[in-house]
């Protein structure tokens, strides 16, 4: 990036955060930050995102974990990209489970099934692993996230989801079961329908090999930010299958083998 050009997103961080913040609100899109600034990195695109979230916990939110993005082939292919990415969930965002989900000023959302996790105990270092990953989780979830773009379509670069939150928009939990309940969440096989049609299907393995290896990643990251994972941290690995678009009126359920279901329908 030139000069000039690290120099006008540094002054426009926080007004691009401003902007992406208002589109949420107001249900009118905004411009794309690669159609904006060109050669906008993913470093800058992160600090965006953090300012959006620092605005919203300004407003009374509540951080309560992270969400992972584009960990499995189907969602990377998807969305045209090679890498995950990373942003934060708050109280707000959440659906209990079963509940009505009122879509009004969402632009474009879709819905995924996941596989998620609470951690028990702070995971944090860049020796970080999958053994150490595992022994830090407590509980497991089937969860549904809505993810939704506030550029108002999803023909985005990787800087663009990431500067908005990881197009992180609204999510779900089933009921909660101990981790050592369930020795191998690979081998987990996830089911969603829509309105009781079989719509998607995929695996925990089709996460990344391991829906805690993203775990992995993220700890590694937010290490070197000097941060990392902390106990009772709530954490949406990613979508075991392509998402699917989000219509008014319809009910959409994930279930599997051994974790309880989870369901919510669209308003």
Sequence with gaps: MSEHGRTAVGVLEGDA????????????????????????TLEQAYRIQRH??????????????????????????????????????????????????????????????????????????????????????????????VIDTRYGDWRIALVDSVAD?????????????????LPDLGDEYVEVRVDGTLSASGHGRDVLGDPLLPLVWLAQRLTALGGGLSAGDLVLPGSVHASLPLRPGVTVEASSAHLPPVWFRAL
């Design 165 to 181: 939150n990881a197009s992180a928009s609204r999510f779900a939990l089933g009921p909660a079961m101990a981790a050592d309940r």
């Design 17 to 40: 955060a401003r902007e992406l913040r208002a589109a949420e609100l107001s249900g009118i899109p905004t411009q794309t930050m690669a159609g904006r600034f060109q050669d906008l």
């Design 52 to 145: 959006g979230v620092d605005l919203r916990t300004a407003a009374g939110a509540t951080p309560v974990g992270h969400k992972i993005g584009l960990t499995s082939l189907a969602m990377q292919q998807q969305m045209g990209v090679s890498e995950p990415d990373s942003g934060v969930l708050l109280a707000d965002m959440a659906v209990p489970c079963g509940a009505d989900l009122p879509m009004g000023l969402l632009l474009a959302p879709r819905v995924e099934a996941e596989i998620a996790v609470r951690i028990g105990a702070d995971l944090a270092g860049p020796d970080v692993d999958l053994a150490a990953a595992r022994a830090a989780v407590s509980e497991v979830f089937l969860a549904l996230e």
